[in-house]
């Protein structure tokens, strides 16, 4: 099973990219914040990383360039999803190694055709017909994650 690690400071951008992932059979552990990232990363070893730039401490950036460093997570894919899209933070993203940069707010499917290409073979754990779409838990949630 793929395991997926979602980081944000906002509980509910992380409920709904939880939702969004588990829909399609992935395991998906969760952190507040950059040491808890870090942590997870170490214990868990997740196979891709979903991680917000801006939170309090340490930013996902420091994240991101803290895991490249080491060995074991120099090929980890990570997606940045994030709110602070302007040039400069996505050059930053870039240069620190980010495999993907999604801007906030996001499409769920656009997240999820980028998990289906980071993991080879995740594209087959999909969800059963009768799970809610993506668009589904949108609207439950009221949006699409956009207010960090």
């Given at each position: 099973?793929?395991?997926?690690?979602?980081?944000?400071?906002?509980?509910?951008?992380?409920?709904?990219?939880?939702?969004?992932?588990?829909?399609?059979?992935?395991?998906?552990?969760?952190?507040?914040?950059?040491?808890?990232?870090?942590?997870?990363?170490?214990?868990?070893?997740?196979?891709?990383?979903?991680?917000?730039?801006?939170?309090?401490?340490?930013?996902g950036?420091?994240?991101?360039?803290?895991?490249?460093?080491?060995?074991?997570?120099?090929?980890?894919?990570?997606?940045?999803?994030?709110?602070?899209?302007?040039?400069?933070?996505?050059?930053?993203?870039?240069?620190?190694?980010?495999s993907?940069?999604?801007?906030?707010?996001?499409?769920?499917n656009?997240?999820?055709?980028?998990?289906?290409?980071?993991?080879?073979?995740?594209?087959?754990?999909?969800?059963?017909?009768?799970?809610?779409?993506?668009?589904?838990?949108?609207?439950?949630?009221?949006?699409?994650?956009?207010?960090?």
């Amino acid at each position: 099973m793929t395991q997926i690690l979602v980081v944000d400071d906002e509980p509910t951008v992380r409920s709904l990219v939880r939702d969004v992932l588990e829909l399609e059979g992935h395991v998906v552990i969760e952190a507040a914040d950059g040491p808890s990232a870090l942590e997870a990363v170490n214990d868990q070893q997740p196979d891709l990383i979903v991680l917000d730039i801006m939170m309090p401490g340490m930013s996902g950036l420091d994240v991101l360039r803290t895991l490249r460093q080491t060995r074991s997570a120099n090929d980890l894919p990570i997606i940045l999803l994030t709110a602070a899209a302007d040039d400069d933070t996505t050059w930053a993203g870039w240069t620190a190694g980010a495999s993907v940069f999604l801007p906030k707010p996001f499409d769920p499917n656009h997240l999820l055709d980028w998990v289906d290409r980071l993991i080879p073979g995740s594209e087959e754990s999909g969800g059963s017909e009768s799970d809610p779409s993506a668009t589904e838990i949108m609207k439950e949630f009221g949006g699409l994650g956009g207010n960090d």
